[in-house]
């Protein structure tokens, strides 16, 4: 893509704007490769530690990338944001890792059977063999998640779809409904089971976020149809019809391959989300929205840049489609990989994500690099950080408070959304009735005659008669209270 613009281009220059990465977004399809890859040098070689390549890439290969090559720092000009969100050649590289990353883990189930491919081994595989196999089929769908989170955030059918899909090998279905409408509403605060406490090492975090997430999706999904009248047992329910595609996918292929294979089907599972786990650990380490609002009206600031880590480093960026610009993920849910931005405010992680990896599976070396950078973030006042309730003492008596400025800022902070909330209780106590209500940050549009089947409200179901903790639900960031009142000619 190639376009004259304004923006970050000098004001009177003839540059013409190029998007540097356009084509090395193609190298995140080197990642479903990886077991085709594997099983091809280990036919060749015979060289077993081969089939454990997806741990060695992730953990290995890119962070040592990632040093060597360092940041891109770079960001779309404003003015050909448009134009890059709907070039369709991006969205096909997200499309075409699905199919690779199915060839892979239906041939690497077919060897961990006993097959030899049509010849292609010599002789079946071993128990180690087997082993290593699924583990690296368990990255790359770990890596998948990072796809289908691309894909779950647009509003077009088709990819939300697709995104269910690329979960079914990992049995994590229910991301689907719980990254959009629980995450992303209660990210950074205590309540999230996807934000890490600081004082919580990964180990304390996993059983927590797998947990809590789950019983968030179903609780999500059973409020939609209570809001229906309905019970939640039923296809349309986004958490049992995407579980019901990992049900299809292992039921076909346990009655194919044998019940041999359903170890290694878990295993790999447990490896994929558990990768999609350690990167949540990261994203919000510490991180807290403060409350803002009058007292027994309060609510949760909006989320800021300055409430995600993020990272620069290239290599793990075009492998993830730009995850690690979180910040602008969060303002913006349903923007493309493509156009995501880095923010100068948000906190920056010393490394990429691969790396940070390495650092979180050792929690005394994680603590060292990061529990600096949190104090930092909060200029010295942790009373400001999401901090693990039983470590809190210890922690605050350890580092200290500094009380002064940090907490100024907050104040100020806090009378602002004050204000800003006062005068939009203003705005919309002035309409006497609310016909259309829009999303500031989508523009997802509320019709009264309309109403949402989806979300559960019939047509003519009244703005004042939606609930106060509904979201909007294409980016699940905005809550009602966000939404603006429009005239019908303007919506």
């Not at 960001?75 to 690779?100: A, G, H, M, S």
């Not at 998948?144 to 990992?170: F, P, Y």
Request: aromatic letters at 10%.
């Amino acid at each position: 893509m190639a376009t004259r613009t304004a923006g970050t281009v000098p004001e009177g220059s003839t540059e013409v704007w190029k998007d540097k990465k356009r084509y090395l977004w193609l190298i995140g399809l080197v990642v479903p490769s990886l077991a085709l890859v594997a099983v091809g040098i280990f036919a060749l070689t015979g060289f077993t530690p081969i089939l454990w390549l997806g741990p060695i890439v992730i953990l290995v290969i890119v962070p040592a990338i990632d040093l060597m090559t360092g940041l891109d720092r770079s960001n779309p000009p404003d003015d050909v944001i448009e134009e890059l969100e709907n070039d369709k050649y991006y969205r096909w590289i997200t499309y075409l890792f699905l199919p690779i990353q199915y060839v892979g883990f239906v041939g690497a189930m077919m060897l961990i059977s006993g097959s030899t491919l049509w010849g292609l081994l010599d002789d079946p595989m071993t128990l180690w063999q087997k082993i290593g196999i699924a583990v690296s089929i368990g990255c790359i769908g770990g890596i998948g998640i990072n796809t289908a989170h691309e894909l779950g955030h647009k509003k077009e059918a088709n990819e939300r779809w697709l995104s269910k899909i690329a979960l079914a090998q990992v049995a994590y279905g229910h991301f689907y409904i719980e990254h959009n409408r629980g995450h992303h509403v209660r990210v950074a605060t205590p309540e999230d089971p996807a934000s890490s406490r600081m004082g919580e090492n990964f180990y304390q975090f996993w059983p927590r976020t797998v947990l809590g997430s789950l019983k968030s999706a179903w609780s999500l999904e059973k409020k939609r149809y209570a809001r229906k009248d309905k019970h939640p047992f039923r296809l349309g329910n986004d958490v049992l019809n995407a579980w019901l595609m990992t049900a299809v996918l292992w039921g076909a292929l346990i009655i194919w391959l044998g019940i041999g294979i359903a170890p290694y089907l878990v295993l790999q599972a447990v490896v994929g989300f558990s990768l999609l786990e350690i990167v949540n650990y990261m994203e919000h380490y510490g991180m807290l929205r403060q409350k803002v609002g009058k007292p027994g009206k309060e609510r949760y600031e909006r989320v800021l840049p300055s409430h995600s880590w993020n990272s620069n480093n290239i290599a793990t960026n075009v492998l993830l489609y730009h995850l690690q610009r979180h910040s602008d993920h969060h303002a913006n849910p349903t923007r493309r990989y493509q156009t995501l931005r880095d923010f100068e405010e948000s906190p920056v992680l010393p490394t990429g994500y691969a790396g940070m990896i390495v650092l979180a599976l050792v929690p005394p070396i994680w603590r060292r690099v990061m529990d600096p950078r949190v104090i930092n973030h909060f200029d010295g006042d942790l009373t400001l950080a999401n901090i693990l309730p039983r470590k809190r003492d210890k922690i605050l008596a350890k580092y200290g408070v500094a009380m002064s400025e940090a907490q100024e800022k907050a104040e100020d902070r806090k009378a602002a959304e004050d204000a800003a909330a006062a005068a939009a209780a203003a705005a919309a106590a002035q309409v006497d009735e609310v016909l259309l209500a829009q999303c500031p940050g989508c523009d997802y549009t509320y019709d009264v005659n309309v109403g949402d089947e989806h979300e559960g409200f019939a047509a003519g179901t009244a703005w004042a008669d939606i609930p106060d903790d509904w979201c909007c639900p294409d980016c699940g960031v905005r809550e009602k209270v966000d939404f603006i009142p429009v005239k019908p000619v303007a919506a």
